[in-house]
């Protein structure tokens, strides 16, 4: 069985981080109490994924935290890294999880009850559900879902969730109470002056939300 906490789920943008840079965010952030740590940068070569994840994974090692790359399976297998998250649009679940072999956590993008339905739990370990609302770091995502939309995926989902889409730490409550695992986050923690203190209260709200 493969372990990780979806709790406090950091989605690294660099535009946002560049003030303080990826790593650093990242570190702060796990210091901060975030559990995941997600390498996104849609327009680095695999070559600069593969030392920036290498880069992360130093900064991670002995923290508990995991750390998983988007869409780039090549830099995910050459980093080593916890797990590979893929979009609908990027190569299909199972054509992933065949290069990324069984061990590596493989996440997923679901936007709608359809998609999340379809989910084959032998192949995918959790689904990024959202957006819930409207977000500037993602121009292109989908139709926002809202708390009612993200109740509803949820519960057709077969793996583990966590809530992504302009969220905060005031939606703690309501994305744990809509069957949310955690709360994957990019802005609310990323280009903020201190991400440490970003993080942790974010960890606090969702800890709360779990009383």
């Keep these: 069985m493969k372990s990780f906490d979806l709790s ?17 965010t990242a570190r702060a952030a796990v210091a901060g109490g975030a559990t995941i740590v997600q390498l996104r940068d849609k327009h680095a070569s695999t070559r600069a994924m593969i030392e920036t994840g290498l ?12 750390l998983i790359v988007n869409d780039d399976v090549e830099a995910a297998i050459a980093i080593g890294a916890d797990g590979l998250h893929i979009g ?20 997923l993008s679901v936007e709608t009850e359809a998609l999340a339905s379809a989910i084959d739990a032998k192949i995918v370990d959790y689904a990024g559900v959202g957006p819930v609302f409207a977000t500037p770091t993602k121009p292109d995502h989908k139709q926002p879902i809202g708390f009612d939309g993200l109740t509803r995926i949820i519960g057709l989902c077969p793996v ?6 302009g ?28 991400p440490m203190a970003a993080t942790t209260f974010i960890a606090n709200a969702i800890k709360e939300a779990r009383k």
């Design 88 to 107: 609908q649009e990027d190569l299909n679940a199972q054509d992933a999880r065949h290069m990324i072999g069984p061990d590596m956590i493989l996440g």
């Design 8 to 24: 406090l789920y950091l989605v690294l943008d660099p535009v946002l981080c560049a003030d303080i840079g990826m790593i650093e």
């Design 167 to 194: 969220l905060k730490a005031e939606h703690a409550a309501d994305a744990l109470a809509a069957g949310a695992d955690g709360l994957a986050v990019v802005s609310a923690i990323c280009g903020k002056p201190d």
């Design 160 to 165: 583990p969730t966590v809530a992504i889409g």
């Design 55 to 66: 880069a992360l994974k130093q900064a991670l090692a002995g923290s508990g935290a995991r």
